[in-house]
């Protein structure tokens, strides 16, 4: 579904199997953040045909983190021009943890990125993000804005009403509080559109969402 001008959400609302929020961005350059499960792709592959897209014209995937429900689906577009990115930190991990990963059924070559993400700006074709390295929820962590938008894609970082969990391994409750106080910081987001969940709209209730994280889930961390 549309949300906004340009940015289409493509959402995971299943109680029985975990998969993420995807989203697209319909720029110069059509950019994909989190593709998800491949085995669940399906549900993506859809929507965007819905709105006469071809996953062949899709020229950028962005990965927020490397969990598989996040970056299997990656191995859809071996064979497509999509490039594929994330965070180096996160490329670290993964190649730490290659025995599990392929236990996962993924094999590396199919998701290597193409380039790694760093702090700063991003400019694809005119269209510019900033990165956030965001750890805690895993090393290589990233949330995007979108300043044109004054839109967050937050990954795993922050929910409606949640945070990402820090038991999985790389995680880290004291480095996630940090990232979130950073994202706080960005006082004028109308939009955090977060990896899983409801995505949240409207100034007001952005503040109220991370005021709500300090307040109560920070004693949890």
Known sequence: MQIFDKVHAFMWDSMTQNNCNTYLIDGPTRILIDPGHAELFDHV???LSEIGIGIEEIGLIICTHAHPDHIEAVQIFDEE???????GAEWGMVKSMDQ??????I???????DFFLKEGD??????DLKVFHTPGHSPGSVSLYWPDQKALFTGDVIFKGGLGRTDLPGGNGSLLKESIK???ELADIEWVLPG??????GGDEVRANF?????YWFNYL
Do not use: C, M
Request: net charge negative; hydrophobic share 40%; charged share 15%.
């Open 196 to 201: 899983h969940g409801n995505i949240i709209s």
């Open 45 to 47: 592959h859809e929507q």
């Open 107 to 113: 094999s590396l070559d199919s998701i290597t990125p």
């Open 122 to 127: 991003l400019s694809v074709k005119g269209l």
């Open 182 to 184: 950073r994202l706080g």
């Open 100 to 105: 599990y990963v392929q236990a996962f059924g």
């Open 211 to 215: 005021a709500e994280l300090e307040q």
């Open 81 to 87: 021009p999509a490039l594929v990115t994330l965070h």
